[in-house]
T-cell receptor, first 113, second 114 residues
Framework: AQSVTQLDSQVPVFEEAPVELRCNYS??????LFWYVQYPNQGLQLLLK??????LVKGINGFEAEFNKSQTSFHLRKPSVHISDTAEYFC???????????FGAGTRLFVKA | ETGVTQSPTHLIKTRGQQVTLRCSSQ?????VSWYQQALGQGPQFIFQ???????GRGNFPPRFSGLQFPNYSSELNVNALELDDSALYLC?????????????FGPGTRLTVL
């Protein structure tokens, strides 16, 4: 069965510092991987997704993620964060054997001035 | 292009009551999925509708049911409400429902069961 583990529930970071939000998944078949962001009182917005091909995926707002099949990870990175990046970030996985998307519990990114 | 909208924004019900939540998908999107997001957790898949037929369901009891209409609107119905049903309910629309499709989420309906 699929599962997603986001290793950090909260990540505080200073403005303009780099950040990495960690995500590990388990699945026995080919997977599609996603990162979503949720701002307060809003729905989820897709940041980026990995379907196939290059393992380094670039998304919106300067975010990127790297798919590592051997480590079953899909960590999200940004070289320099802004106050406006403060939000909840969700890693998600769907696999070719199923029909649904499984979300992690989320990581709260808090950017401090 | 209009986004995904949901109504109402907030709702308070008592245990045992029934509730209907509504979603309006993006025009042209044939698939709608519903998720339950409890406080401090990620969204949990309830079910998915494609062209007015349910085509996938998560681990939710039958008292959670849905409808999808030809005009890109849909409903989530929950009968016999329980305290644990308190959550943010999200709908998401996508073009064809494929696992690689981008889902577009609405802002959610916050349901409180007392």
């Amino acid at each position: 069965a699929q599962s997603v583990t986001q290793l950090d529930s909260q990540v505080p970071v200073f403005e303009e510092a780099p950040v990495e939000l960690r995500c590990n998944y388990s699945s026995s078949v080919s997977v599609y991987l996603f990162w979503y962001v949720q701002y307060p009182n809003q729905g989820l917005q897709l940041l980026l997704k990995y379907l196939s091909g290059s393992t380094l995926v670039k998304g919106i707002n300067g975010f990127e993620a790297e798919f590592n099949k051997s480590q079953t990870s899909f960590h999200l990175r940004k070289p320099s964060v802004h106050i406006s990046d403060t939000a909840e970030y969700f890693c998600a996985v769907s696999d070719s054997g199923g029909f649904k998307t499984i979300f992690g519990a989320g990581t709260r990114l808090f950017v401090k001035a | 292009e209009t986004g995904v909208t949901q109504s109402p924004t907030h709702l308070i019900k008592t245990r045992g009551q029934q509730v209907t939540l509504r979603c309006s998908s993006q025009s042209g999107h044939n698939t709608v999925s519903w998720y339950q997001q409890a406080l401090g957790q990620g969204p949990q898949f309830i079910f998915q509708y494609y062209r007015e037929e349910e085509n996938g369901r998560g681990n939710f009891p039958p008292r959670f049911s849905g409808l999808q209409f030809p005009n890109y609107s849909s409903e989530l119905n929950v009968n016999a409400l329980e305290l644990d049903d308190s959550a943010l309910y999200l709908c998401a629309s996508s073009l064809a429902g494929g696992l690689s499709d981008t889902q577009y989420f609405g802002p959610g309906t916050r349901l409180t069961v007392l």
